[in-house]
Nanobody, 123 residues
């Protein structure tokens, strides 16, 4: 059974940084796509980044490009999202997710999700 567990969320001041982690287990393919999706209160989910664990291909939404960096540690089956220059509008629940049938980044759709971790940017 595929399981994704996020960690690293919290409260940070504007301009600060946080690093989120997504630990994956149970994935059957050698290559995977791990994505980061966020949802702010009253807003739709926004897919902000992903990485293909095989070739390292990455994707960033315009809203985070230049501020967020996604990376992977294949030995630890963990994907990271380094978030710098955080803004109040980055406040959201952040989820990691995968497409268990493909490794394209970004995928057609994500079919397995973690439980989410809260990120709050406030002074």
């Amino acid at each position: 059974q595929v399981q994704l567990v996020e960690s690293g969320g919290g409260l940070v001041q504007p301009g600060g940084s946080l690093r989120l982690s997504c630990a994956a287990s149970g994935l059957m393919m050698d290559w995977h796509v791990i994505g980061w999706i966020r949802q702010a209160p009253g807003k739709e989910r926004e897919a902000i980044s992903c990485i293909s664990t095989g070739d390292g291909n990455t994707y960033y939404a315009d809203s985070v490009k230049g501020r967020f960096t996604v990376s992977r540690d294949n030995a630890k089956n963990t994907v990271y999202l380094q978030m710098d220059s955080l803004r109040a509008e980055d406040t959201a629940v952040y989820y990691c997710a995968t497409d268990t049938s493909d490794y394209a980044c970004p995928p057609y759709e994500y079919d397995t999700w973690g439980q989410g971790t809260q990120v709050t940017v406030s002074s």
